[in-house]
């Protein structure tokens, strides 16, 4: 029987081990919360596609012509119909920021803010996928879902995101 030696297994575990953490988490297991989150992200990006094309032009999100910066009619119909929050970010150098949201900061709405370049949707947004879990926005838990923003290209130029409140 092959038997291997106790400092290759030791170097095999600790090389397994980097690979793991170094691995982005994309995903945590489903809450009851997440098939209204889902829901809430087909429906955003159904009407945001009802609008046209996305493009961004100096840090100003549009959907066909329709600029959606400090425009809340979107996030907030969703909110109406869902019950929760939703927010478009807008690409800015390396990272994200709030263009249209209904995502509240001090009693004002959170435009301006940005997504936390070190969290888990960062990782999969980077990457190009969507992530789906819970989240910490502005101090409070969220079942959340971010979806990337992209242009016919396939250039990631925002995010859609939605959540529900844990609290």
């Given amino acids: 029987m092959f038997e291997l030696s106790l400092k290759f297994q030791k170097a095999a575990m600790l090389l397994l081990t980097c690979i793991v953490a170094s691995l982005p988490l994309t995903a ?13 992200m087909a429906a955003m990006k159904a009407d945001a596609a009802k609008l ?14 329709t600029k959606i ?17 939703a927010t478009f970010f807008v690409k800015k150098g390396d990272g994200f920021v709030r263009v249209s949201t209904n ?4 009693g004002n709405r959170a435009v301006g803010t940005s997504l936390d370049p070190a969290g888990p949707a960062m990782a999969a947004i980077k990457q190009g996928k969507a992530y789906y879990g819970i989240v910490d926005i502005l101090g409070k838990l969220y079942d959340t879902g971010y979806e990337p923003i992209k242009t016919a290209k396939g250039d990631i130029i925002g ?9």
Wanted: charged letters at 20%; aromatic letters at 10%; proline letters at 5%.
């Fill in 103 to 106: 995502v509240m900061n001090a």
């Fill in 28 to 40: 945590q297991a489903d809450t009851p919360l997440t098939p209204k989150v889902k829901e809430a």
């Fill in 69 to 85: 910066n400090g425009d809340f009619t979107l996030v907030d119909a969703l909110k109406t119909k869902f019950g929760g929050t």
């Fill in 52 to 65: 046209g094309e996305p493009k961004a032009d100096g840090g100003v999100l549009f959907f066909g012509t």
């Fill in 159 to 167: 995010i859609y995101y939605v959540g529900q409140s844990m609290e």
